[in-house]
């Protein structure tokens, strides 16, 4: 049997729902956060100069707590340290211990107050943390690696240092090939959201554009630019949070002429389903206007579709899945880079500038 016409519909949105659902990604992975956060904060602790001066002492500033001491920042860091370590153990433990040994000897070296120590024993700790987590799952020792490098990067190693010297594409390179490693263990739109966030950075810098002076502000808000990096990938922040209303209105506007283009496409590429689906067009029309039975008109248009193979719902059904399968990676990707503009603290080079508020935030946490 054809069926109803109004299969068609019903048929339709079933098949959407089902491909967009089909396609949904699942939230960051418990283990690959806790890898990052131990990559983030170890680097902190192994960094030469102050951890008060690196972008992990911009969320202990954003705790309510106010500018955190020196002191408070060792502790700080220890304690998210010592925190995914916990988490890690025993997935990480099935394969090869954690090095328990170098993490109580970087515990006392804090507790010393010996900065050489402290600095050399979250080196030594570094080591084996990464050759631990990369023998029991390479998307732990990848997160944890890209929790590091995320820190070294948006932390200035000098006061002389400048942007130029810092944001190199030999740095940035290795940062960005790991992110995308990981991508489909990261939640949905965080990886490529802060892969081509980083590439922004990069591109500003190199090209000398007014948007990414060297001064200390912008170090300021790249230190903040880290920690939201950083809070995406790990999950505890959702990406899609951080668009407005006008983010999606411009995402939509975008997909809209994307379809119509790919729409074109498919028509040039597939004359022949194209041509058939005009000629049911035709005889639909000329049974209207030829035929004053609606259920004349019913019965033919079935008869026609039986004919062909194809009943009303089976159209519906192909149509749905199809648009629903197109739809979906389309209307992601026009997120990711709608992600990307609102996670980026730069200024744009053109079109509208949504994150101005994030700019003075983050020029007051470094005050």
């Given at each position: 049997m054809a069926g109803?016409?109004?299969?068609?519909?019903?048929?339709?949105?079933?098949?959407?729902?089902?491909?967009?659902?089909?396609?949904?990604?699942?939230?960051?992975?418990?283990?690959?956060?806790?890898?990052?956060?131990?990559?983030?904060?170890?680097?902190?602790?192994a960094h030469p100069g102050k951890v008060s001066e690196t972008p992990a002492a911009v969320r202990g500033a954003a705790t309510g707590l106010g500018a955190l001491t020196e002191g408070q920042m060792l502790a700080f860091c220890e304690s998210h340290v010592t925190v995914a370590f916990g988490k890690l153990r025993e997935v990480v433990e099935k394969a090869t211990p954690l090095p328990e040994d170098e993490l109580k000897e970087l515990s006392d070296c804090i507790e010393s107050a010996r900065d050489d120590a402290r600095r050399e024993a979250a080196v030594a700790a570094d080591?084996?943390?990464?050759?631990?987590?990369?023998?029991?799952?390479?998307?732990?020792?990848?997160?944890?690696?890209?929790?590091?490098?995320?820190?070294?990067?948006?932390?200035?190693?000098?006061?002389?240092?400048?942007l130029a010297s810092h944001l190199t594409s030999e740095r940035i390179a290795p940062v960005i090939a790991a992110i995308d490693d990981l991508g489909s263990a990261l939640p949905a739109h965080a990886g490529h959201g802060v892969r081509d966030s980083v590439r922004e950075w990069q591109k500003s810098v190199e090209q000398r554009s007014p948007v990414a002076p060297d001064a200390p502000e912008t170090w300021l808000q790249l230190a903040r630019q880290g920690e939201l990096w950083r809070a995406v990938l790990a999950g505890e922040k959702a990406a899609p949070d951080l668009l407005e209303i006008d983010d999606y209105v411009d995402a939509a506007d975008r997909l809209s002429h994307r379809m119509r283009s790919t729409a074109i496409a498919l028509a040039k590429r597939f004359p022949e389903v194209c041509a058939a689906i005009l000629l049911?067009?035709?005889?639909?029309?000329?049974?209207?206007?030829?035929?004053?039975?609606?259920?004349?008109?019913?019965?033919?248009?079935?008869?026609?579709?039986?004919?062909?193979?194809?009943?009303?719902?089976?159209?519906?059904?192909?149509?749905?899945?199809?648009?629903?399968?197109?739809?979906?990676?389309?209307?992601?990707?026009?997120?990711?880079?709608?992600?990307?503009?609102?996670?980026?603290?730069?200024?744009?080079?053109?079109?509208?500038?949504?994150?101005?508020?994030?700019?003075?935030?983050?020029?007051?946490?470094?005050?």
């Open positions: 109803q016409p109004s299969d068609l519909g019903s048929a339709f949105a079933d098949a959407v729902v089902a491909a967009v659902r089909e396609q949904e990604r699942t939230s960051a992975d418990t283990q690959v956060a806790a890898a990052l956060a131990l990559g983030w904060y170890l680097a902190a602790l080591a084996k943390v990464l050759s631990a987590l990369s023998a029991a799952d390479f998307r732990l020792g990848k997160a944890y690696g890209i929790g590091a490098a995320l820190l070294n990067l948006t932390t200035r190693p000098s006061p002389g240092a400048t049911l067009l035709v005889l639909g029309a000329l049974l209207i206007a030829f035929t004053d039975s609606e259920a004349a008109i019913v019965a033919g248009a079935g008869t026609i579709l039986a004919a062909l193979g194809l009943t009303w719902r089976g159209v519906g059904r192909s149509l749905g899945g199809l648009a629903g399968k197109l739809e979906q990676p389309l209307w992601g990707a026009e997120i990711d880079i709608a992600v990307t503009q609102a996670i980026t603290l730069l200024r744009r080079e053109e079109g509208r500038d949504v994150t101005e508020e994030r700019r003075k935030v983050a020029t007051d946490l470094g005050g």
